[in-house]
């Protein structure tokens, strides 16, 4: 079974402050997807970041970067100099390999990300 | 503009009704979601549907069922069978040419039964 644990619940920084938000995920399938999605307070999820099981390069897009280690099994996400606008609710997120297939998001319990001024 | 519509955005329930609630995407996606989100909880998986006329349960089915007559919609019923239905209610979609198989998701439906 496969499972997505986001250890922190909650975390608080001051404004153009970096914060890293911790992702970690078991499987027993060797090709799977790793996602982020942004939960604002209006409720719906927004797509942030994927990567696939094959692909280890971390990389940097705009302010979001993103660390993803198939040696201890975790996909930590990287927001630089922080602004009032990511405050949200981040959640991780894990899907098997089946290519064309339906398949289904296992879900982690969320960060709550707070930015203050 | 393409997307996923979800409606009603609030919905009042009296204990033992059934309600329906409604998705439509116009994103032309073969696979269709719904989950279900309690506060300070992940996203659960309720049922999909990969093809028309075709749905799997998820991992929470009971007191829920689905239909899936056209391409475009997916409307979930909550049943009185269901014990705790107030929650939060997402439907997302997907396409199946996708190789990356990245989920989009509609506005939600918070559920409130009274």
């Known amino acids: 079974a496969q499972k997505v644990t986001q250890a922190q619940t909650e975390i608080s920084v001051v404004e153009k402050e970096d914060v890293t938000l911790d992702c970690v995920y078991e499987t027993r399938d060797t090709t799977y997807y790793l996602f982020w999605y942004k939960q604002p307070p209006s409720g719906e999820l927004v797509f942030l970041i994927r990567r696939n099981s094959f692909d280890e390069q971390n990389e940097i897009s705009g302010r979001y970067s993103w660390n993803f280690q198939k040696s201890t099994s975790s996909f930590n996400f990287t927001i630089t100099a922080s602004q009032v606008v990511d405050s949200a609710v981040y959640f991780c997120a894990l899907s098997e390999g089946n290519t064309g297939t339906a398949s289904k998001l296992t879900f982690g319990t969320g960060t709550r990300l707070q930015v203050t001024l | 503009d393409g997307g996923i519509t979800q409606s009603p955005k609030y919905l009042f329930r009296k204990e033992g009704q059934n309600v329906t609630l409604s998705c439509e995407q116009n994103?032309?996606?073969?696979?269709m979601y719904w989950y279900r989100q309690d506060p300070g909880q992940g996203l659960r998986l309720i049922y999909y549907?990969?093809?028309?006329?075709?749905?799997q349960k998820g991992d929470i089915a009971e007191g829920y069922s689905v239909s899936r007559e056209k391409k475009e919609s997916f409307p979930l019923t909550v049943t009185s069978a269901q014990k705790n239905p107030t929650a939060f209610y997402l439907c997302a979609s997907m396409t199946r040419d996708s190789s990356y198989n990245e989920q989009f998701f509609g506005p939600g439906t918070r559920l409130t039964v009274l």
């Open positions: 549907s990969q093809i028309v006329n075709d749905f």
């Open positions: 994103l032309n996606h073969d696979a």
